[in-house]
């Protein structure tokens, strides 16, 4: 199945035929309007067209169509709103991609009688019987469904069904929601490697000296080599576009992490998605929990200390931009500038004393020494994305800008270093992907030579074109302002 060609209402029609199929009498769209009251995507200010409003209710999927149904009657789920073996009817699941703390993500097959259609990522998320519980899972269906942007995961459909998650328990009412498959892993797999390597005696002799003065143990090094600037600037750039997108429909995403960034291969193109919107807010929302959300190694220091009355600031544009900066960070120098942060296994960071780091955190200082292959500019970014003053750093739209002025990477010869970096997928690419041949793929051309030299004639390096000087505004020079 070609996702360009399939048509949006594609997998609901399924749904609908199914139930007819199975007799089913409920209504064919039997849970609508339930995520619309959830998150508020615009401002007041801005007024909604009728053809806005027939999309958004074609596009929320829900809660009963049935006139005069309040959420105040019952917090249970109707029984009409459920789909009945629609999982086993037209999906055969392959493996599991990732755990969370809400559910599991699998990779699916579709299928419609035993005839192979495109494989798609499946996120099943247990909702019992409350509805207010099904309201909070399904904010991020609701944001998926209104936003396109080729840099963001897509959505392709939601339904709800009884599923017995053990052998021997009951059946619990789930949620899945379907969502568009990428074929390379996540960006922090692509960057340490899918499993941590064993310790040297040397650091396990460390480890324990520092554990026996009460220390945390030192972060595992990344096994993999580190990015070239090529390949930096490549992804960096898909991932600030995606941004620059969600900010532009006035949404924070507040949990920017490598992890959060999958990849996808088509043929011989690397490109970075953005995933998991499920702590996404509107961006004048008001902050009401306490401390922080996500991973604090990205958080911005502002939203992790508490002011003198004990109030958090709130999550802003900015506080993603700086995790923005703490990815790219990541990318450089395949570490993060935290004494407590493990980037290999999170699990054995000790939160108090990473909070502690990272609120007392002096800023960017120039890693210069570490990675004297990239470009200056490549640090001048940093420093302005890590800025500790949120009104100092850039908004993502500005970086987008900056980055397409200094440079046109679309003329650069590659060669194959985007393949040649993918792990081998033992599972089959997302629709409109060309299955590969595992036969084809052993005689796959190595890296090819590059046509720039991060040092020297790489764009974005030492020498930039005077004319391209003079056409750049204050707001987009975000490079050429003074050494970090």
Known sequence: MNHEYADPEYFRMLRTGNQHLAGGNGPPSPIRRLVEPALTTRSASRSTSPQETVQRETESQFLSSTPGVSKVASSRIRREAFSPNYFRTFFVEERVLGRGGKGVVLLVRHEIDGCPLGHFACKRVPVGDDHSWLEKVLVEVELLAKLSHPNLVSYRHVWLEDVRLSRFGPSVACAFILQQYCNGGDLHQYLVGSAPRELTKEELKENMRRRSKGQAEAPRPATKPQLSFEEIYSLFKDITSGVAYLHGANYIHRDLKPSNCLLHREGAKLSCLISDFGEVQPENAIRKSTGSTGTISYCAPEVLKPDASGKYENFTTKSDVFSLGMILYFMCFGR?????????????????????????????????????????????????????????????????????????????????????????????????????????????????????????????????????????????????????
């Open 336 to 484: 993060l500038p935290y004494q407590g942060a493990n980037v290999i296994q999170e699990e054995l960071e000790d939160i108090d004393q990473l909070r502690a780091e990272i609120t007392d955190w002096q800023g960017f200082q120039g890693e210069r020494q570490e990675r004297p292959d990239l470009p200056s500019k490549l640090y001048k970014l940093l420093q302005k994305l890590l800025a500790l003053n949120p009104h100092d750093r850039p908004s993502a739209n500005e970086v987008l800008l900056a980055m397409r002025s200094e440079t046109n990477f679309d003329n650069i010869t590659k060669g194959d270093w985007s393949a040649s970096r993918v792990q081998n997928l033992d599972s089959p690419m997302p629709p409109g992907t060309p299955v590969p041949d595992p036969e084809k793929e052993k005689f796959r051309g190595r890296r090819g030579s590059r046509n720039g030299d991060a040092s020297t004639g790489t764009p974005l390096a030492e020498s930039v074109n005077a004319s391209q000087d003079s056409r750049r505004t204050s707001r987009t020079d975000l490079f050429l302002n003074d050494e970090p």
